[in-house]
Structure formats: C-alpha cells, structure tokens
C-alpha cells in the first residue's frame, strides 16, 4: 500500500530564505508525482508536476525533484515571500492504470515579514 | 469565471439527514473527482468520473452516492448524515491529455 510522507509538518522562515520541503513514498512504482499548494478556506492549485521518467521540474521560483527510486521528492523554493504562506501537498499516482491519486498530510509553510 | 466550482462552501446539518454537495466545471474536461480531507488533513480520493461513468469508487459507504447529470457536474449525495462525515469535500477535474488535476474550493460539511 503506498503511503506518502511530508517531513516537516509545519516550517517557519524568515522572508527571502531559500528552503526545502520534503516528501517521500513507499512504494516507486509512481507514474507521476505533484506538488499542490493549499491556501486556508481554498482548493488545491497544483504547482509542478514531474512524470516518472523526468528528473526535475521547475516554474518561477519553484523547483521540484524527483528520485524514483529512492522514493523521494524535494520541493525547492528560492528567495520565500510572505505570499508563499500556504500549506503544500505532495501526491503520487501509482503505475498500473489507477487515477487515483495518494497525498501526503502536507508542510504548513509561514514566511515572516 | 471559475473554471470549477462547489456549492454549498459550507454545510452545517444534523445527524440523519440527507444532503447534497454540487460541482459544476467550465473547463470541458472529461474526468471530474470527489476527494474528502478529514479532519486530520488526510486528503483521499472517493470517486471519479469519466464522461459521467464511474471509474473508480474506493471504499465509502453506499450512503454516498455520486450523480453525473452531464459532463460538467459531479454531484455528491450523501444519505443518513452521521458525525464522521464531517470534512471538507472536494471536487476536481482533469483534461483529456493532461494529469494536472483542477480542485474547486471546497465545501465543508459539519455533521451535529
């Protein structure tokens, strides 16, 4: 059973910190993994998405890895903004023809001012 | 112009009673979801829809029971409320040739 796992569960930094959230899966055999953003009261926006073949993905400031094998992402976000206060999710969809898609419990992100 | 939509946002209602969550999308995309996130933040899919047919239903109770009027609504029937269906329920959809998945709002559902 694939289970998903977001180290830390809550971070704070001070603005314009360079920083890196974590998530990590049990089981590689992933067909795609996406990292979400969750603002309070809102949906999720899904920010990269980064196939199993692929290595990286990047937009703007964000950065996102993949190492299939180790069963591990790392989100990367460069020069935090206050903006960037959210919570993010991490979610695998498993090869084999499923849709669905297995989430992490997410990082709770607040960057000071 | 909100490409997907949930009505109501929130839902407060007593055991026992029977409820309705709509969503309705404008992005003319094929598959649409219905995902609950506890109260633990746990998110985990419920159902999908393709072109209104059901293509995966994990383990919930038949007290749910989704309706697909057209390919632009999922609508989520909940019958015989009980308290630990309090969540917030949320509705998603995906294009033909994309996995980037598309999540409206939210609707949070209390159950008393």
């Known amino acids: 059973k694939q289970e998903v796992t977001q180290i830390p569960a809550a971070l704070s930094v001070p603005e314009g910190e360079n920083l890196v959230l974590n998530c990590s899966f049990t089981?590689?055999?992933?067909?795609?993994l996406q990292w979400f953003r969750q603002d309070p009261g809102k949906g999720l926006t899904s920010l990269l998405l980064?196939?199993?073949?692929?290595r990286e993905q990047t937009s703007g400031r964000l950065n996102a890895s993949l190492d299939k094998s180790s069963g591990r992402s790392t989100l990367y976000i460069a020069a935090s903004q206050p903006g960037d206060s959210a919570t993010y999710l991490c979610a695998v969809r498993p090869e084999g023809g499923s849709e669905k898609l297995v989430f992490g419990k997410g990082t709770k992100l607040t960057v000071n001012p | 112009d909100t490409a997907v939509s949930q009505t109501p946002k929130y839902l407060v209602t007593q055991m026992g009673n029977d409820k309705s969550i709509k969503c309705e999308q404008n992005?003319?995309?094929?598959?649409m979801y219905w995902y609950k996130q506890d109260s633990k933040k746990f998110l985990k899919i419920m159902f999908s829809?393709?072109?209104?047919?059901?293509?995966i239903n994990e383990t919930v109770p038949n007290r749910f029971s989704p309706k697909s009027p057209d390919k632009a609504h999922l609508n989520l029937h909940i019958n015989s409320l009980e308290l630990g269906d309090s969540a917030v329920y949320f509705c998603?959809?995906?294009?033909?040739?994309?996995?980037?998945?598309?999540f409206g709002p939210g609707t949070r559902l209390t159950v008393l």
């Open positions: 829809y393709n072109n209104k047919e059901l293509i």
């Open positions: 980064i196939q199993s073949s692929q």
């Open positions: 992005l003319g995309h094929d598959t």
């Open positions: 089981d590689s055999a992933i067909y795609n």
């Open positions: 998603a959809t995906r294009g033909h040739n994309t996995d980037t998945q598309y």
